[in-house]
C-alpha cells in the first residue's frame, strides 16, 4: 500500500515554563490546531536550567503545522517574549499521515 504523505513544519519552542499557557493561547490563536508540551531541562551557553524550582522550569512545545503558520507563530514569540525570556525555537519539516489534523 502505498501512503499519501503530506509535508508540514513542526516548530519547537523551548521556553521558561511559566510561559506555557500564553504561548498554546497565542498558537492557537495564529492557526496552530493542536500541540504537545514536555517538561524539560539542559544547559545552554546562557547556562544550566535544571528545573529543580518553580522559577527554573523550562518546557518544549512542539508544533505540528503549515510553514506559514509555524512562521506567524515564531515571529510572535520572537516580539512578544524572547527579549525578556527564556526561549529558543526552531523548524523541522516533517511529514504526515493525516494532515487535516494538523
Known sequence: MKLAKHPKTMLVIVAE?????DLIRDAS????????????HGASRDGVREGAWEAD???ELRLVCDEAV???IAAHV?????AHYAV??????VTVLR????
Do not use: K
Request: overall charge negative; glycine content about 6%; proline content about 5%.
Open 57 to 59: 522550569r523550562t518546557i
Open 17 to 21: 515554563a511559566l510561559l506555557e499557557e
Open 99 to 102: 494532515p487535516e489534523r494538523f
Open 78 to 82: 520572537l516580539q512578544a517574549y524572547a
Open 29 to 40: 490563536q495564529r492557526g496552530a490546531q493542536g500541540w504537545t508540551v514536555s517538561e524539560v
Open 88 to 93: 529558543a525555537m526552531y523548524f523541522v519539516p
Open 70 to 72: 509555524a512562521d506567524a
